[in-house]
């Protein structure tokens, strides 16, 4: 377990030998005073730094920003983070300016030091100067131990093994060559081993187990590099090098503040559109930018959800060859505060910030109004659509954090109903038999003392009852039959066990009998019809249905034993049915077919059946008229006999028709005297009499012993 990485130990040697001395031709402006300089005064001349300026100014910057976000004796996330520097100035021979303890790790410190060394001695002779002195010191230094260390050395005690040792070597110097490069790498190589024979027999000291050389040739603007750029290499399993060749000046500045974010896990985050007050003129106002650096976890939400907004900074990276490197930024829009009071916002995480340029007027400006107790909210740049506020600059016992807001769906909020679906998709999700799976797959603790006759572990029996429950288990109501009937319970817990008893294959048959009883009896089935028309499958369609999915449950661990295939092979028995069960079915089919036609066809078969009974009616009138004319016409023709009339609707005459075609109300009459002469039984007089006449008081007649009839014809 790494307790201790490569950027425990820093250590900064810097070059302090003559050529140090001579300048970067980088020229700097004195005379900033030019409107009120008064008349005939001779303006200052430019000047320009020296090689050494402006590495020191580079350095002490790097370690300005590394003590600004991992400050001493602080807790970076959930760990002490104890990032200790040590600084070395070589020429004749080294100077080291502080040591690892904790009282001299600051920038007021160093700067102190660095003040009493002075710069370079331009007169001192070369050769007695060389930067091989600070590098021996270097290696010694990360053979020492930190404050850390020996706390977690001695707290560990029998595993003090485990505690690393691993640290980086940065090294500004004016190399003459690759050559040259090269023998530094092996002159640190040789005295890492000399280090870590001494570290071995001493309690004082830790071997090297891995050291990162960082070198960065230096050279002024103007003059052409001797020394090629090279990637981090493996020198050997000790020592890693890489060469950065760099014009002194802002692009060594630029260069050190990317390494420092390469180092230590930093991004870059460039706040916009700040309003500040001219100097020149108090009642106007300009926009400004300032870039922060920070840890890299305050963009964490914006590589989540893949929106976040990068911009480049184009810096010179010193050579001919990377002329425009690139520098990634994070842009944030400015949002003008409307109170001074500190509002509570829902925060993720909250990182120390360190502004790139310090000293600029802008950076000057935000600080201050920060630490006065202000806050200052910042939303992501967007083309179109709300605005989004990610993020938030506010101070906290004078030190200033980037605090990152959620811009998502809060956790403490109440959560989404898992009813109301993924995406507004799917509603019917299986939520109370999914509460039933997890207590049935719950994890619990084992004793030593239970045996397994398998001889499998108890974690793995877990994960093969869980994958046994999962061979087929539906998430959706809507996918599935049988999981939604409640005579199908006993097979479904059943059947996934790993071996079956006699009496559990007994009440799978049992189970499989009730569903074909189901069948036989027609009893309907809990069938989804979301998303389908009309009434949904037929009764025969919905038992096919559940018995295919019954199947297909089944078969997925019909493999594991005797018993489990013997509940398959009943299946396969109970769905073929003998012929006359299918042509019964068959039957059935056709008669739920034909009346679902007769209900959707009713009214127009009506319409029909009333004009073809009109048509009917017609003509039986028609041919009842021809013949009585017949029977008119002939003389010799004898009286018709007594008849009951039929009490059909085709026989019934009505008691008047006129001559001539029927018109349709007396159509539509006869028909609804017709049908309501069905609904009582007849009057005695109507149903016996002769052309609708009939003759009372008979009685009278027979006894007086007068005949009914005479000269053939009905008496009146």
């Not at 030593?448 to 061979?471: I, N």
């Not at 021809?626 to 026989?651: C, F, Y």
Request: overall charge negative.
């Amino acid at each position: 377990m790494k307790m201790f990485s490569v950027s425990h130990k820093t250590v900064f040697v810097v070059d302090h030998c003559p050529y140090m001395a001579e300048s970067s031709r980088q020229q700097v402006e004195c005379d900033v005073l030019t409107k009120s300089r008064a008349q005939g005064m001779i303006p200052l001349a430019p000047v320009s730094k020296s090689l050494w300026t402006c590495a020191v100014e580079c350095s002490m910057e790097y370690c300005r920003i590394l003590y600004d976000i991992y400050p001493m004796d602080k807790l970076v996330k959930g760990q002490q983070s104890f990032t200790n520097v040590n600084y070395i100035v070589s020429d004749s021979e080294f100077h080291i300016l502080n040591s690892w303890r904790q009282e001299e790790q600051s920038t007021h410190e160093l700067m102190s030091a660095l003040a009493a060394v002075g710069p370079p001695n331009p007169r001192e002779d070369p050769e007695c100067c060389s930067i091989l002195h600070g590098l021996v010191a270097a290696v010694e230094a990360l053979c020492k131990i930190t404050e850390l260390q020996h706390e977690k050395r001695t707290a560990l005690m029998d595993t003090a093994e485990r505690v690393a040792n691993r640290g980086r070597i940065i090294c500004l110097t004016n190399a003459k060559s690759d050559t040259h490069v090269r023998m530094l790498e092996d002159c640190i190589q040789e005295t890492i081993l000399e280090q870590n024979k001494l570290a071995a027999g001493s309690d004082r000291l830790m071997a090297i187990q891995q050291c990162e050389l960082v070198l960065v040739h230096i050279y002024p603007q103007g003059d052409d590099t001797l020394v090629s750029d090279r990637p981090k290499k493996e020198v050997s399993p000790l020592l890693t090098s890489e060469v950065h060749s760099v014009r002194a000046g802002r692009h060594l500045a630029s260069k050190l503040n990317i390494l420092v974010q390469q180092h230590f896990d930093l991004a870059s985050t460039t706040i916009t559109n700040i309003p500040m007050k001219e100097e020149q003129h108090a009642n106007t106002s300009a926009n400004y930018d300032v870039e922060l650096l920070h840890h890299r976890d305050a963009h964490l939400e914006f590589f989540k959800s893949g929106g976040c907004i990068y911009t480049w900074d184009l810096h010179m990276a010193g050579t001919s060859t990377r002329e425009n490197g690139l520098k990634e930024t994070v842009t944030l829009k400015w949002c003008t505060p409307r109170t001074n009071s500190i509002e509570l916002h829902y925060c993720t995480g909250a990182y120390r910030i360190s502004p790139t340029d310090v000293n600029s007027r802008p950076s000057s400006c935000l600080t201050n109004f920060l630490l006065n107790g202000r806050s200052v909210l910042l939303e992501q740049p967007r083309k179109s659509g709300s605005k989004v506020i990610s993020h938030m600059l506010s101070s906290h016992g004078g030190e200033i954090f980037l605090h990152v807001l959620n811009s998502n769906r809060s956790t403490l909020e109440d959560p989404p109903s898992i009813s109301e679906g993924c995406g507004g998709r799917v509603t019917d999700y299986r939520i109370t038999d999914f509460g039933e799976f997890m207590r049935e797959n719950r994890l619990t603790p084992v004793s030593e003392s239970s045996y397994d006759p398998s001889g499998k572990l108890p974690a793995e029996r877990a994960k093969a009852q869980l994958e046994r429950h999962t061979r087929y288990w539906p998430m959706i109501i809507s996918q599935t039959t049988i999981f939604n009937m409640q005579a199908v319970v006993p097979l479904a817990n059943l059947i996934v066990k790993e071996t079956l008893t006699e009496e559990d294959l007994l009440t799978c048959q049992k189970t499989v009998y009730n569903l074909v009883d189901m069948e036989r009896k027609n009893d309907p089935l809990p069938i989804s019809t979301v998303g389908s028309r009309g009434k949904g499958p037929k009764r025969d369609e919905q038992y096919r249905i559940m018995w295919n999915e019954l199947e297909t449950l089944v078969k997925t661990h019909a493999g594991a034993t005797d018993r489990h295939q013997r509940v398959l092979d009943c299946i396969i028995a109970c769905r073929s049915k003998p012929p006359e069960e299918e042509d019964r079915k068959k039957r059935g089919r056709k008669r739920e077919e034909r009346e679902d036609r007769t209900e959707k066809n009713g009214s127009k078969d009506t319409d029909d059946k009333s004009w073809q009974d009109s048509e009917r009616l017609k003509g039986l009138l028609d041919k009842e008229d021809q013949e009585s004319e017949v029977i008119k016409d002939s003389p010799d023709s004898p009286e018709p006999l007594n008849k009951k009339p039929r009490l059909s609707t085709e026989d019934v005459q009505p008691p008047e028709r006129a001559k001539g075609p029927v018109s349709l109300l007396s159509m539509w009459t006869n028909r609804i005297t017709a049908v309501n002469s069905r609904k009582h039984q007849e009057f005695v007089g109507r149903a016996s009499s002769v052309n609708n006449k009939f003759e009372l008081y008979q009685h009278l007649k027979d006894e007086n012993g007068m005949d009914v009839h005479e000269n053939g014809k009905a008496s009146r």
